[in-house]
């Protein structure tokens, strides 16, 4: 057993933080909360630049061929800085999917221009039930033929180029790659608490080929889920990064913050909530890093996974709140970073399943009947 | 990183495994109760079997009579024996003594005493606590002064787990008056039958022994049966307490994730108003709940054992898992009385109990957990302080 990062992973930890902290200060997750677009173009393409959105594609297509766990690290350090943006939705569960499902002439025709970042995808398979059970999956897909439908809680579909739709076709699922301007295809933003781009996509009688495909017909489910696992752990390690956040802004507060002649962290009330902060960061951390190891040892893990999302999505949520109250009316106040974090936190915790979801699949790992 | 099992580990947890299936644990005369910690029940008898195997010692350096094997082997051990319930109740206790006596131990500490704890002969209680001088140790009056080649010893303990079935105490007492509070403590180890000492039971809320209370009247200790330097017993007993936060609960999440799987198995078994009790989605998702905690619970343990193993400094990191571990297992004795109703109320032994009683023996021992060893009070403070930075309350003079 070893919880050090190796020293790669070190260095990319490191590096990670001193651009963030340079080029995503408080100021421009501020301003881009409050931007209807909510996207920095100069921003994506520094990140780009350092070849984070090509982290997990084979050098063969223009990525670093670095492993979950490296991405899982990378995107802690970006829910610490409370980067918005489509990275997890792109570069993490929309690569997977392409990188699980495509073929090889699709992987040499999308791989390169997601590993440069230059062409992003998101997710479509939430509906109606807001499920991401992969069962949940309900739109019927003939292929050749014409989708109509809607899928709901699809993220930066303002920005990306494409969409992957999960569809029904025979029983089974399939997914398809549409490029987000075919004819037929909408995008209507959903207003959310948190400011994270949400859309619902209607699909008016899209004219679908065989072309779209991504991957074999009725052959979804696996590279879905795969995409799905991938989602669930960064959006994990966003939660994780951001409560640590809260965690380094509250003790901070506590130290510097005088009343009554003295610290509010002198006082046990505020001492013992500041030691709660650090358990359920540092507990969620532990079995977020133990899940996607064993995914990145290609060992089994779909409890692990589970348990990690599931903990953190109470853990973190529990911090930003206890955080509040530990910051005062100060914290209440939009200019303030906390409830950028808590709502980041929330939002992650929704996203590629809930807690109730992801404690089930944990109830069937125990041996629940 | 790697949280995988290596393949030394993994035989070693086979070969415990073969043991335990050829020695079942509960074929073991027992000597003191279980106090829900983890460890089980203290036995002489399994200590004594543990011994013959040579895991007592088998992390020590050669040249003490050990193997020298990595410490992770004794987690392993740990983690089994927990697994299958077994009782090693005085196991933590005689490896921290062990490793205090090859640390700083006299000659005939080593000579005498390190060979005992081998054979699974010498256990040991803590005689640390005093009325008066609890969270707030510094203000123990339990006196030692030198008396040529002998010290005596004049005072009172309590709280001391197992006393009365234990071979030798460490005994806390305060040697010299320093300028500094903390200055002027030593430890002994003091055969439990040295004449002067009166050990008498505490009846526990449980309805069992487990704590004692001890008189020290004019106890002569041999001057070679001080444990560490003169006088800096304090800052020894400190590293002793971060340890014993470490050892004395490492073995709680296996332990609870055994009642965990008990539960599961209650659940899937026990039908309420027509269904098995594991479809009611509450249930499901409390268990699956507990489940993530025990599994987080491990990690913090796991966390701090790859700082102790490689000699990184550890400021808080015990502290959290100790009161992370009693209060998981304060949650989890909590639900298991919930699933099981009026049953989870029958005590061990009586008609129609379920699961043998050992819910109600879990919630009830558990009280005592977030006291014992440091109250979570005093740890919380102890992560704040030491492991945030954040200012600590005046200190008493």
């Known amino acids: 057993m070893d919880f050090r990062p190796s020293s790669a992973q070190q260095m990319l930890v490191a590096t990670a933080r001193e651009v963030l902290r340079k080029e995503c200060p408080p100021e421009l997750v501020q301003r881009l909360a409050l931007d209807p677009r909510g996207f920095d173009d100069t921003l994506w393409r520094r990140l780009a630049e350092l070849g984070w959105p090509g982290l997990l594609i084979p050098p063969e297509h223009g990525g670093s061929g670095g492993s979950l766990l490296d991405v899982i690290l990378l995107v802690e350090e970006i829910g610490r800085a409370g980067l918005p943006g489509p990275f997890v939705t792109s570069a993490v569960a929309g690569t997977t999917a392409v990188l699980a499902a495509a073929e090889a002439d699709a992987r040499r025709r999308l791989l390169p221009a997601l590993a440069t970042g230059e062409r992003l995808v998101t997710l479509a398979v939430l509906e109606s039930s807001a499920s991401f059970d992969v069962d949940a999956v309900a739109l019927a897909g003939a292929v050749p033929g014409r989708l109509t439908g809607s899928k709901l809680f699809v993220p930066d579909a303002h920005v990306a180029h494409d969409a992957i739709v999960a569809v029904r076709e025979q029983g089974d699922v399939s997914l398809l790659l549409l490029p987000l301007d075919r004819a037929g295809l909408a995008r209507l933003p959903l207003d959310t608490m948190s400011g994270e781009k949400l859309f619902e996509l209607t699909l008016d009688g899209v004219a679908v080929s065989a072309d779209d495909r991504l991957g074999r017909a009725g052959e979804g489910r696996r590279p879905l889920a795969a995409a799905l696992t991938a989602g669930a752990l960064a959006r994990t390690a966003e939660m994780v990064g951001a409560a640590q956040r809260v965690l380094e802004l509250a003790v901070e507060h506590a130290r510097t913050r005088v009343q009554g002649g003295r610290p509010i962290g002198g006082h046990q009330a505020i001492q013992h909530a500041c030691a709660d902060l650090v358990r359920d960061v540092d507990a969620a951390r532990g079995l977020l890093y133990a899940a996607a190891w064993r995914v990145a040892e290609g060992l089994a893990a779909e409890a692990d996974v589970a348990m990690a999302k599931a903990y953190a999505g109470e853990a973190c949520l529990a911090v930003a709140r206890r955080g509040h109250q530990i910051f005062g009316a100060i914290g209440y106040c939009e200019e303030h970073p906390l409830h950028l974090l808590h709502k980041r936190i929330h939002a992650a915790s929704l996203d590629f399943g809930d807690t109730p979801l992801h404690l089930e699949t944990v109830a069937r790992a125990i041996g629940l009947a | ?397």
């Open chain 2, 1 to 397: 990183m790697d949280f995988g099992r290596s393949p030394d580990e993994e035989a070693f947890a086979d070969e415990v495994r073969r043991f335990l299936a050829e020695h079942p644990p509960e074929r073991f005369p027992l000597d003191g109760v279980d106090a829900g910690y983890g460890s089980g029940a203290h036995s002489h008898a399994f200590m004594r079997a543990l011994g013959e195997r040579g895991w007592l010692a088998m992390c020590w350096p050669e040249a003490f009579g050990g193997q020298a094997r990595p410490m992770f082997l004794k987690l392993v051990l740990l983690e089994e024996l927990a697994l299958a319930g077994a009782p090693f109740g005085p196991l933590a206790g005689s490896w921290q003594t062990a490793d205090a006596i090859i640390a700083y131990g006299t000659e005939r500490l080593r000579r005498e005493l390190l060979p005992a704890i081998a054979r699974g002969e010498a256990t040991f209680w803590q005689g640390y606590s005093e009325p008066d001088a609890g969270s707030d140790l510094l203000a123990l009056t339990t006196e030692a002064k030198r008396d040529g080649e002998h010290w005596i010893i004049r005072g009172h303990k309590i709280w001391s787990s197992h006393a009365g079935v234990s071979t030798h105490g460490l005994v806390f007492t305060r040697t010299s008056r320093e300028a500094r509070r903390s200055r002027g403590f030593s430890m002994f180890v003091v055969p439990s039958t040295t004449p002067g000492m009166d050990i008498r039971p505490i009846r526990s809320l449980t309805g069992d022994i487990y704590h004692y209370e001890v008189f020290l009247d004019e106890v002569r200790v041999p001057a070679d049966l001080m444990l560490g330097p003169e006088g800096e017993g304090f800052v020894a007993l400190l590293n002793g307490l971060d340890s014993d936060r470490f050892w004395g609960r490492f073995y709680k999440a296996p332990a609870l994730l055994r009642v965990l799987r008990r539960l599961v198995d209650y659940a899937n078994t026990t039908v309420v108003a027509g269904a098995p009790l594991a479809r009611d989605p509450v249930v499901r998702r409390r268990l699956a709940a507990m489940a993530a905690e025990i599994a987080a619970l491990r990690l913090l343990f796991y966390r701090a054992a790859c700082l102790l193993r490689d000699g990184a400094p550890i400021t808080y990191e015990t502290a959290v898992a100790k009161v992370y571990a009693d209060e998981t297992g304060q949650k989890l004795a909590r639900l298991g009385l919930e699933l099981l109703g009026p049953w989870g109320a029958l005590r061990r032994g009586s008609r129609a109990a379920r699961l043998d009683g050992d819910i109600a023996h879990a919630y009830l021992t558990s009280l005592g957990h977030t006291i014992a060893g440091g109250t979570a009070e005093v740890l919380r403070t102890t992560v704040a302080v030491r492991g945030l930075g954040l200012p600590a309350e005046p200190k008493a003079r």
